[in-house]
C-alpha cells in the first residue's frame, strides 16, 4: 500500500477491512503476511486514495466502484505494530469509522487450511494466531468477519518450527500463490458488495 495523502478525516465506513501482517521489508510475501498482500490488492481494485499513517497503521479510505447503489464506504487498514499488537490499531480505527463489529472483516493466513483453500466466517475459535487473539483482546469480542486464507500446515506440531514455517515465503509456485490471493480479494470483495455472506460461528 503506498504512503501518501487520503481522504482527510475518518467518515463513518460500512466496513473496516483489515488485512494482517507483519511491517518490514524481510516480512514481505511471507505466509504470515498474505492478508497484506489481499487487503493491498483490494485497494488498488477499488481505486483508493494514497494511504497514510494513522492509528498505527497504514490506511485509506473511499467508495468502492461499481454499480452498486449505494456503493460501500470502505477503509482499508495495514496494522503497522507487528501482528501481535494488531488490535491495538484496529480498536481506534474502527471506533473512529463507527463501524459495527460484524462490518470489521480481517483477512489472515491460516495454517489449519490446506494452501489454496479458502473460507469466510464470522466469530470461532482463534486456533493460536496471535493476530487474531489481539483484535479480540481491543476489540472486546472475537465476532468480527473473517477471509481465511489456506497456507497449509507444517509436518510438525513444534511451536517454533510452525512460527519459522508462517514467518517464512511460499514454497509453492508465487503464481499459485498470486492465484490464492486474487481468489481471497474476490471473496472480501463480494462480502463488502453484499454477494455472500460469512457463515455464521457455530454454537
Not at 19 to 25: A, I, K, Q, V
Not at 60 to 65: A, E, I, S
Not at 97 to 116: C, N
Not at 125 to 131: D, I, K, Q, S, W
Request: proline share 8%; glycine share 12%; aromatic share 6%.
Amino acid at each position: 500500500m503506498r504512503l501518501g495523502r487520503s481522504a482527510a478525516g475518518a467518515s463513518p465506513a460500512d466496513w473496516l477491512v483489515v488485512g494482517l501482517g507483519n511491517p518490514g521489508s524481510q516480512y514481505a510475501a511471507t505466509r504470515h503476511n498474505i492478508g497484506f498482500e489481499v487487503a493491498n490488492v483490494l485497494a488498488a481494485r477499488w481505486q483508493l486514495p494514497r494511504a497514510k499513517r494513522k492509528f498505527g497503521a497504514l490506511v485509506t479510505d473511499g467508495r468502492t466502484p461499481g454499480p452498486t447503489h449505494p456503493r460501500p464506504r470502505v477503509a482499508v487498514l495495514l496494522p503497522q505494530t507487528y501482528m501481535n499488537e494488531s488490535g491495538r490499531a484496529v480498536g481506534p480505527a474502527r471506533g473512529a469509522y463507527r463501524v459495527p463489529l460484524e462490518r470489521v472483516l480481517v483477512l489472515h493466513d491460516e495454517i489449519d487450511l490446506p494452501f489454496g483453500d479458502i473460507r469466510a466466517r464470522i466469530g470461532g475459535g482463534l486456533a493460536g494466531h496471535n493476530g487474531l487473539k489481539s483484535l479480540k483482546r481491543e476489540l472486546g469480542s472475537p465476532d468480527f468477519a473473517r477471509v481465511r486464507i489456506g497456507v497449509d500446515r507444517p509436518p510438525t506440531t513444534d511451536p517454533e518450527r510452525v512460527a519459522g514455517y508462517v514467518l517464512g515465503r511460499f514454497s509453492e509456485p508465487r503464481a499459485d500463490v498470486e492465484d490464492l490471493i486474487a481468489r481471497a480479494a474476490d471473496i472480501a470483495e463480494r462480502i463488502v458488495l453484499g454477494e455472500i455472506e460469512p457463515e455464521a460461528r457455530r454454537a
